[in-house]
């Protein structure tokens, strides 16, 4: 079974760090760009970053919103994509995601995980 | 941020044909990029249910559908039932930001 699950989450005080694992089972891992999402509480969908498979270099991109203080990593031996998230502020308080990219569909998201919370408080 | 606009809530009965738009930009839609629908559960991951404007992935029932015109897309669902209540969400591509986009979000509540 194709599957992601997500794990790393919990309760930080702001300025904190934290690493969200995202543990691939089921497909060629490498292969495939690995993206995480959020949503905060009661709020829309939105995209963090991504991370290339190594077909493509392994590169990173990552959203405006975050850039700086986040960085994506991949472990292909152990198909386990790694955010890193630094100087935690309360708006990052939120459900994080990962995704993979649809195999034929670029830019679309085909197989998700179930989630991991992160609350940033004092 | 999101920069495509959907409704926030539409509702149907049983039966009934309901829409939600989608509305972006020359930078994301309008510029040509694929537009893909969501559907999530509550308290559930996203779910794609529309990849590439109109395609359905294996097991999405057909009574889901896309479409795309210029720099808006719609989803579509006939014969609403009640497992269909969740929020839906469309996505693309934003040539400006560098980034993928989601929409507002739409709830769709049957009655």
């Known amino acids: 079974e194709v599957q992601l699950v997500e794990s790393g989450g919990g309760l930080v005080q702001p300025g904190r760090s934290l690493r969200l694992s995202c543990i691939a089972s089921?497909?060629?891992?490498?292969?495939?760009?690995m993206s995480w999402f959020r949503q905060a509480p009661g709020k829309g969908l939105e995209w963090v970053g991504f991370i290339r498979g190594k077909v493509y270099g392994g590169t990173t991109e990552y959203a405006a919103s975050v850039k700086g203080r986040i960085s994506i990593s991949r472990d292909d031996s152990k198909s386990i994509a790694y955010l890193q998230m630094n100087s935690l502020k309360t708006e990052d308080t939120a459900v994080y995601y990962c995704?993979?990219?649809?195999?034929?569909?670029?830019?679309?998201?085909?197989?998700w995980g179930q989630g991991t919370m992160v609350t940033v408080s004092s | 941020q999101s920069v495509l606009t959907q409704p926030p809530s539409v509702s149907g009965a049983p039966g009934q044909r309901v829409t939600i738009s989608c509305t972006g930009s020359s930078s994301n839609i309008g510029a040509g990029y694929d537009v893909h629908w969501y559907q999530q559960l509550p308290g559930t991951a996203p779910k794609l249910l529309i990849y590439?404007?109109?395609n359905r992935p294996s097991g999405v029932p057909d009574r889901f559908s896309g479409s795309k015109s210029d720099t808006s897309a719609s989803l579509a669902i006939t014969g609403l039932q009640a497992e269909d209540e969740a929020d839906y969400y469309c996505q693309s591509y934003d040539s400006s930001l560098r980034a993928y986009v989601f929409g507002t979000g739409t709830k769709v509540t049957v009655l």
């Open positions: 590439a404007n109109s």
């Open positions: 089921g497909f060629t891992f490498g292969d495939y760009t």
């Open positions: 995704a993979r990219e649809h195999p034929v569909v670029p830019d679309s998201f085909d197989i």
